[in-house]
């Protein structure tokens, strides 16, 4: 088939990739030249594990395109899929400007029948909008499917490539079996295609990741309690993730979720329920449950050093971490991506530089992103290992596996102090104490 991809961020430049690694012919398209300039020439505009390859070996073999030529993209294309962002708006709200401005553009370079795709987050109703707006503009033939993305930052590729379900909301029985053919080479082993209305596919996205969002807070409050009953969440998780109606997935207690798409997507669904007068008063509480875990580990810090100047008051006195340097490894909001957007990093590091401390960060791909977000604020180190010189203390904030078995000796030579604020964690806090660390984790008590 002949695809054009609008987009060429995190879900069009996978989805483009991936159409065109099992035969199709893509043309990904975007009006930012320096991104197409640079994916023409194989830099990549985002870190994604095994996409760099996929895209060189398509475009080697002329499955693959980069154009800022939207007109020419359409109009040699069946298949027109929207991937453009849609950033939070006001009140939490979906800002669909950027999908509006392309569907008017390819309606405006129709030149016979397009299959219209949505593969953008969207609120429900916008299929609806997008053929209201294309038909104002153009005389010739159309339809609209909404094709929801269900894909993880650094997992994103086998993703695509290996779905639990695809989603197809559409009502033309004919447009149906051209996405199911599509479709086709990814769900070969089984994977559901699920069709139905483009509301209810809308909807879906939302949906599942309000509910995933739900775990991950749920979990987060059941660690806090934990630890004020002298209970260890890391038994708890593994005992309630055996009963198969619950699971394991996303049961992690940790600093909160953040990223480009939870977020973003419960607060749209918090917004889109007030809009029909039914408030999320759950999902209201997950979003409110993620923002105070993003800043459980600085109550955490205050806490130690507090304590150690035999303050009982942590909250009341900030001034003990002024003058401290701290050794963060991990910026990045999950391992395997750059993605820094609503990462616990950046409010566990901007609350520390309020505090009057200076940190020395390290994430293995992040970096470039960190020093957008943070210039000169803080002290970019060439590795994890660099960044405990001469620290007060080590606080780990993303779990990529280059720190699960660090060489402990070499960090406690390094750090001022042996002190290791864990967000994740990842270490035996036994085998810590045993080492002569002082440990603090998530949702575990002092070993006894």
Same mark, same amino acid.
């Given at each position: 088939?002949?695809?054009?991809?609008?987009?060429?961020?995190?879900?069009?430049?996978?989805?483009?990739?991936?159409?065109?690694e %099992?035969?199709?012919?893509?043309?990904?398209?975007?009006?930012?030249?320096?991104?197409?300039?640079? $994916?023409?020439? @194989?830099?990549?505009?985002?870190?994604?594990?095994?996409?760099?390859? !996929?895209?060189?070996?398509? +475009?080697?073999?002329?499955?693959?395109?980069?154009? %800022?030529?939207l007109?020419?993209?359409v109009?040699?294309?069946? &298949?027109?899929s929207?991937?453009?962002?849609?950033?939070?708006?006001?009140?939490g709200?979906?800002?669909?400007?950027?999908?509006?401005?392309?569907?008017?553009?390819?309606?405006k370079?129709?030149n016979?029948?397009?299959?219209?795709?949505?593969k953008? #987050?969207?609120p +429900?109703?916008?299929?609806?909008? &997008?053929?209201?707006?294309?038909?104002?503009?153009?005389?010739?033939?159309?339809?609209?499917?909404?094709?929801?993305?269900?894909?993880k930052?650094?997992?994103?590729?086998?993703?695509f490539?290996?779905?639990?379900?695809v989603v197809?909301?559409?009502?033309?029985?004919?447009?149906?079996?051209?996405?199911?053919?599509?479709?086709?080479?990814?769900?070969? %082993?089984?994977?559901?295609?699920?069709?139905?209305?483009?509301?209810?596919?809308?909807?879906?996205?939302?949906?599942?990741?309000?509910? $995933?969002?739900?775990?991950?807070?749920?979990?987060?409050?059941?660690?806090?309690?934990?630890?004020?009953? @002298?209970a260890?969440?890391?038994f708890?998780?593994?005992?309630?993730?055996?009963?198969?109606?619950? @699971?394991?997935?996303?049961?992690?207690?940790?600093?909160?979720?953040?990223?480009?798409? =939870?977020?973003?997507?419960?607060?749209?669904?918090?917004?889109?329920?007030?809009? *029909?007068?039914?408030? !999320?008063?759950?999902?209201?509480?997950?979003?409110?449950?993620?923002?105070?875990?993003?800043?459980?580990?600085?109550? /955490?810090?205050?806490?130690?050093?507090?304590?150690?100047?035999?303050?009982?008051?942590?909250?009341?006195? *900030?001034?003990?971490?002024?003058?401290?340097?701290?050794?963060?490894?991990?910026?990045?909001?999950?391992?395997? #991506?750059?993605?820094m957007?609503?990462?616990?990093?950046?409010?566990?590091?901007?609350?520390?530089?309020?505090?009057?401390?200076?940190?020395?960060?390290?994430?293995?791909?992040?970096?470039?992103?960190?020093?957008?977000?943070?210039?000169?604020? &803080? %002290?970019?180190?060439?590795?994890?290992?660099?960044?405990?010189?001469?620290?007060?203390?080590l606080?780990?904030?993303?779990?990529?596996?280059e =720190?699960?078995?660090?060489d402990?000796? /070499?960090?406690?030579?390094?750090?001022k102090?042996?002190? &290791? =604020?864990?967000?994740r964690?990842?270490?035996?806090r036994?085998?810590?104490?045993? $080492? @002569?660390?002082?440990?603090?984790?998530?949702?575990?008590?002092?070993?006894?």
């Amino acid at each position: 088939m002949k695809i054009c991809v609008v987009g060429t961020g995190y879900v069009g430049l996978v989805a483009g990739t991936c159409f065109a690694e %099992t035969g199709n012919d893509v043309i990904c398209m975007d009006v930012d030249e320096e991104k197409i300039d640079g $994916l023409k020439q @194989g830099k990549l505009p985002i870190y994604e594990p095994g996409l760099q390859e !996929l895209i060189r070996r398509n +475009v080697q073999e002329e499955r693959l395109r980069f154009t %800022t030529d939207l007109s020419g993209a359409v109009q040699e294309s069946l &298949i027109v899929s929207i991937a453009v962002g849609t950033p939070q708006g006001d009140g939490g709200s979906s800002d669909l400007s950027y999908v509006m401005e392309a569907v008017r553009a390819i309606a405006k370079a129709m030149n016979d029948y397009k299959i219209i795709v949505t593969k953008s #987050t969207v609120p +429900v109703g916008t299929a609806d909008k &997008i053929a209201q707006e294309i038909s104002s503009l153009t005389t010739c033939e159309f339809d609209v499917v909404a094709n929801p993305e269900f894909l993880k930052a650094g997992a994103a590729v086998e993703d695509f490539m290996k779905p639990d379900r695809v989603v197809i909301g559409a009502t033309n029985t004919r447009v149906v079996e051209i996405m199911q053919d599509l479709y086709a080479p990814f769900t070969r %082993t089984g994977a559901p295609i699920l069709v139905m209305d483009p509301r209810s596919a809308e909807m879906t996205k939302y949906a599942a990741n309000a509910m $995933l969002a739900s775990r991950i807070s749920f979990m987060n409050e059941i660690a806090n309690l934990c630890e004020r009953t @002298g209970a260890n969440v890391n038994f708890v998780r593994q005992a309630i993730a055996k009963d198969r109606r619950i @699971g394991a997935s996303f049961l992690f207690p940790g600093l909160g979720y953040g990223g480009s798409c =939870f977020p973003k997507d419960v607060q749209a669904l918090i917004h889109l329920a007030h809009e *029909h007068d039914y408030p !999320l008063k759950l999902i209201q509480a997950v979003e409110e449950v993620n923002e105070l875990q993003k800043r459980v580990m600085i109550h /955490k810090i205050l806490n130690f050093y507090s304590s150690e100047t035999g303050d009982r008051k942590p909250d009341d006195d *900030h001034s003990s971490l002024k003058g401290k340097t701290f050794a963060v490894w991990g910026l990045a909001f999950k391992p395997q #991506t750059d993605d820094m957007r609503e990462a616990p990093s950046r409010v566990v590091i901007e609350q520390l530089l309020a505090l009057g401390a200076k940190i020395q960060a390290f994430d293995p791909e992040a970096m470039k992103e960190a020093r957008k977000i943070f210039g000169d604020k &803080i %002290t970019y180190a060439k590795n994890n290992y660099e960044a405990l010189k001469g620290a007060d203390a080590l606080i780990l904030v993303t779990e990529w596996n280059e =720190f699960r078995n660090p060489d402990f000796k /070499k960090m406690k030579a390094l750090l001022k102090d042996p002190v &290791i =604020f864990d967000g994740r964690n990842q270490y035996s806090r036994r085998e810590m104490r045993e $080492l @002569g660390f002082d440990y603090v984790g998530i949702g575990r008590p002092s070993p006894a």
